[in-house]
């Protein structure tokens, strides 16, 4: 049973330009949602994570946005630049439970 | 600091075989996560130790098992391999009840 989905599938974003990947999740016990950023041939780096009890969180460029009441979350990156070209992973855990849920993930692509 | 390292980077194997992949925590870290990630997916947890004894287990089968050290290093162990293993293997560390898991680089498994 997939617990976390994930869109799109693959993206292609013009340099400058906002990237926005979306997650749903079906577990209401799942209280932990960080993205994890993939590149080819390296394990998955955390980017950023947040809780439920706030509805945004940023750091730098990244931001998530969190609805609980429609049980979704997303990542926006904003002024992509090619860098950001990676594999990007939405999860889910219950608090203080590390066992992480995946997302399927979605491959991002900014073009110059 | 040192990150979490893994070895072998690759392997192969012909179907039938066994495997064993190595993990190196986080320094400080003591709590040990393995995951499986198929090609095009995310990563799955397969199971997760700390202080040495095993603390929860994914959808897969016996003949994956594990171990960690007192030193919070650990092992995983993949008896009777079939085609379907290829993957690449990921550890995770982290420190108890803290969601943040920082994840090595990964063994690529092939099986043939």
């Known amino acids: 049973q997939q617990q976390v989905k994930q869109s799109p599938q693959s993206l292609i974003v013009q340099k400058g330009g906002i990237s926005i990947i979306n997650c749903a999740y079906e577990?209401?016990?799942?209280?932990?949602f960080p993205w994890y950023q993939q590149f080819p041939g390296k394990g998955p780096a955390l980017l950023i994570a947040?809780?439920?009890?706030?509805s945004e969180k940023k750091e730098g460029r990244f931001t998530i946005s969190f609805n609980k009441s429609a049980k979704q979350f997303s990542l926006h990156i904003m002024d992509s630049q090619p860098g950001d070209s990676a594999t990007y992973f939405c999860?889910?855990?219950?608090?203080?439970?590390?066992?992480?849920?995946f997302g399927t993930g979605t491959r991002l692509t900014i073009i110059p | 600091e040192t990150g979490v390292t893994q070895s072998p980077t690759h392997l192969i194997k012909t179907r039938g075989q066994q495997v064993t992949l190595r993990c190196s925590s986080q320094?400080?870290?003591?709590?040990v996560s393995w995951y499986q990630q198929a090609l095009g997916q995310g990563p799955q947890f397969i199971f997760q130790?700390?202080?040495?004894?095993?603390?929860g287990r994914g959808n897969f089968p016996p003949r994956f098992s594990g171990l960690q050290f007192p030193n919070y290093s650990s092992e995983l162990n993949v008896n009777a391999l079939e085609l379907d293993d290829s993957a690449l293997y990921l550890c995770?560390?982290?420190?108890?009840?803290?969601?943040?898991?920082?994840f090595g680089p990964g063994t690529r498994l092939l099986v043939l």
């Open positions: 995770a560390s982290s420190w108890t009840d803290q969601e943040t898991q920082y």
């Open positions: 577990n209401t016990a799942f209280d932990y």
């Open positions: 947040i809780r439920p009890d706030v």
């Open positions: 999860a889910a855990t219950p608090f203080g439970n590390e066992k992480l849920t």
């Open positions: 320094s400080g870290h003591n709590t």
């Open positions: 130790y700390y202080r040495e004894e095993e603390n």
